[in-house]
């Protein structure tokens, strides 16, 4: 019996990992495995991954559509070999990631059935990323290559013509996250003929910090407020005066929440046309 593969895309800080833990914690009686592409050599996305029970693996230092290839058939080759394989398989993209080079290169396994591609889409800064020349091309491919449209960071009152938006771009069943039981993830999609053309994504730099070095609470808020332009996606924890903080920027939108962490751990990403990773180490380190 083939195991069905279902593949989470989605542009940077869509929302890809929460929908992952949500889904888990459904009571679809299904044993997952996960399989988690960041795109820099410290994987944040396993960290945040809730549920310690559940079966993860992590795909770090590149993007797994174009330089991890061999790591990916590695991985789906150790899961679905075991004594107890299991009965689905989730791979969540990194950020960058073109779904349909990852598709194309798992329908040669016999052992697997495609099971389809789900985008995650951040309704609060979709009109941002559509407005952008360099951004949009990737992010309309993710969205047009998407067997389910799934849209995060709105309600139901608040959805601002998203929803029309993505259906003129030719999105299949756009849906809010809130409006949807997630089981269907892993039931109910009937996958599209998948196309075997893609389109090279831009390059992006990574970044990484790793210190115990404890910062100041104000003096972070400021660091902050002064990021590089360039820099659309930071994520990791943060040990400061005040405590350790979940530290989240997409675009312009920062989230700090309290967490539990004994180190700074921070992975960073911007487009290479706008920013370097001198910049950032710069900026971060100030020097």
Known sequence: MRI?????????????TTL?????????????????????SINIDEALISNKTVDSVALTNGCVCCSLGDDL???????????????HILIETSGVA????????????SRLSYAGIVTVVDG?????????????????????AADLVLVSKLEHESDDGVIAALGALGARTPTLTSDIELSRLLFDITPLPRSKSTVSHPGYVSWHHRSTEVIDRRALGDKLAERPEG?????????TSGGAYQLHIVGRHVEARRCDANETLLVALGPEQRISHDQIEAWWTGS
């Open 4 to 16: 069905p593969v279902t593949i989470i895309s989605g542009y940077l800080g869509a929302g890809k």
């Open 20 to 40: 992952i833990n949500s889904l888990l914690g459904e009571d679809h009686g299904l044993r997952l495995s996960v399989l988690i592409n960041d795109f820099g």
């Open 73 to 87: 058939a590695l991985s789906v080759n150790d899961l679905v070999s075991r004594a107890e394989p299991p009965d």
């Open 98 to 109: 073109e779904p349909v080079a990852i598709a194309n290169a798992l329908l040669n396994d």
């Open 124 to 144: 609060s800064n979709f009109s941002t990323l559509m407005d952008d020349p360099l951004l949009k091309p990737q992010v309309t491919q993710q969205i047009c």
């Open 231 to 239: 820099l659309y996606r930071m994520k990791g924890f943060v040990l």
